[in-house]
């Protein structure tokens, strides 16, 4: 996320500007999304809308990457076309259907000519992504402005669905449960959901359940009274105290011990809390948003997860797809970031090439949105400053085979057009080796190295019998 110290641009809409008086309800609005805000906008009452950096656009972005007059939206009864001005930067489309608009399902659109745009996709203009929505009742000229989620740009319709649906979700004080595979952005839907809710105002707070070893978890979520165990020398309020009357995301649940879901399970249904050491509850009053990457039915099935749990956290659950079945997104996203980076240093953000475009639409991205993010900073301080080329793009491999489904095995960096090479599962006891050596034995920073939780380094080293470093020095390769 940029600093807040970063020129944002202004895009504001104009009621005056319309041609043609208003007749009913808008068929398209238009989603714009910025860095940090995202604006929704009804094409009504026109047959033309203009879009530039002039005082006179209907669509206005204040941003020197924006021509004054950059472009211009035609409608034809069910219709909706798009008319480049012959601007500085020019405007790339990007297409909602995969094969699309070449590579990486975006085109830049010549000069005079019009293309015609479906529900679902978009414009890139400046810094601004501009998506085609069919209206969905929205009165007047504009819809509420919402602040853009960090790190989301909405293109595939599959996201515009999943946000609209959460958005409802957020009004009522349902529990939410969050499903998808690691790194696609669960608690960015976290953060929806407290944002558009009558809690946002009030405190936000994330536990990962993964992180933090079983005593902690207790003590994190709970509190505890003075001298309920050793140290324990002050009474401390939990996580589900100090977040009364605000949101609170249980990253990871599935991580959660069956002894901690039992008392969880006691403040779901009570809303009452019980601190460790306590003889009484005390009462809150707090949303709770839970995310897995698990499959909690087959977790219950295993006895891994209490099927009473289960129920009660999964008022609306909501399934977020992989980067790799909402490919529209892959190259707005990879701009979107590069827009970030680039606005908190105050640079301009590198081009993207061709080949850069091809190499990113050729990677099926395991790790998601994440490993995105990561794949376009290292790209950014590869080309230092110029032209961001394939050779810069640096994604990972195919990860190991293992026999646990449960974990999720490190991958080695390579360039795209490495083709992968054979592994075998022994050497995952070597990793483990060389990431506690490079980490000095600490287990939570080899953890990260890896992109495991620290429950399953463990697991790990258990499994191939290498000794904990707190428990044995550190062994010799």
């Known amino acids: 996320m940029p600093d807040d110290s970063a020129r ?16 009913g309800s808008a068929r398209f609005q238009i989603t714009i999304a910025l860095a940090d805000k995202t604006e929704v906008i009804a094409l009504d009452g026109a047959r033309s ?7 006179e656009s209907n669509l206005r972005i204040d941003d020197p990457a924006v021509s004054r007059r950059h472009a211009l939206l035609h409608a034809h009864g069910d219709e909706l076309e798009v008319e480049e001005l012959g601007s500085s930067n020019g405007t790339l ?21 019009r293309s015609r745009l479906r529900v679902g996709d978009a414009l890139r203009i400046g810094p601004a992504l501009l998506s085609v929505q069919r209206s969905a009742g929205v009165s007047g000229e504009r819809a509420a402005a919402r602040p853009q989620p960090r790190g989301a740009v909405l293109v595939d319709p599959a996201m515009h669905a999943l946000f609209e649906l959460v958005g409802r979700a957020a009004q009522r004080d ?3 449960l969050i499903l998808g595979e690691t790194g696609v952005g669960k608690e960015l839907i976290a953060e929806t959901v407290h944002e558009r809710s009558p809690r946002a105002r009030r405190r936000f707070f994330a536990l990962n359940c993964a992180a933090l070893p079983e005593n902690l978890i207790e003590s994190e979520l709970f509190g505890h009274e003075r001298g309920a165990f050793t140290g324990a020398h002050a009474a401390r309020a939990g996580l589900l105290e100090e977040c009364e009357g605000g949101t609170l995301f249980l990253d990871e649940i599935g991580e959660l011990p069956l002894g901690t879901q039992a008392k969880l399970l006691r403040v779901l249904e009570d809303r009452s809390v019980m601190r460790l050491g306590g003889k009484r509850g005390r009462r809150i009053d707090v949303r709770f948003v839970a995310a897995t990457n698990r499959d909690l039915g087959s977790e219950v099935q295993r006895g891994r997860f209490r099927s009473d749990v289960y129920h009660r956290i999964s008022g609306l659950v909501v399934r977020v797809p992989p980067l790799r079945e909402r490919t529209s997104e892959i190259v707005p996203l990879a701009r979107h970031f590069l827009q970030q980076l680039s606005a908190a240093r105050s640079e301009a953000a590198p081009e993207l090439t061709e080949p850069a475009l091809a190499a990113l639409a050729q990677h099926s991205w395991p790790g998601n949105v994440r490993e995105l993010r990561n794949v376009i900073e290292r790209s950014a301080l590869l080309a230092d400053g110029g032209p961001i080329g394939a ?25 795209v057009p490495h083709p992968p090479t054979p592994r075998t599962v022994p050497d995952e006891r070597a990793r483990l080796i060389e990431a506690l050596e490079s980490c000095g034995g600490n287990q939570r920073r ?8 620290r429950r399953t380094l463990v697991n790990r080293l258990d499994k191939w019998e290498l000794p904990r470093p707190k428990k044995a020095k550190r062994r010799a390769r």
């Not at 944002?8 to 007749?23: K, W």
């Not at 085979?401 to 360039?415: I, S």
């Open 174 to 176: 349902m529990t939410v």
């Open 446 to 453: 080899a953890a990260e190295l890896l992109g495991v939780s």
């Open 93 to 113: 489309l990007v297409a909602s259907e995969e094969g699309v608009g070449g590579v990486g399902l975006e085109r830049p659109l010549a000069p005079g000519q």
């Open 49 to 55: 809308w203009s879009i530039g950096r002039s005082l």
């Open 8 to 23: 944002n641009p202004v895009v504001t809409s104009r009621a005056s500007v319309p041609t043609l008086p208003p007749r």
């Open 391 to 415: 050779e810069h793009i640096l994604v990972e491999r195919p990860p190991l085979p293992v026999p646990d489904a449960d974990v999720e095995e490190p991958t080695r960096v390579d360039a």
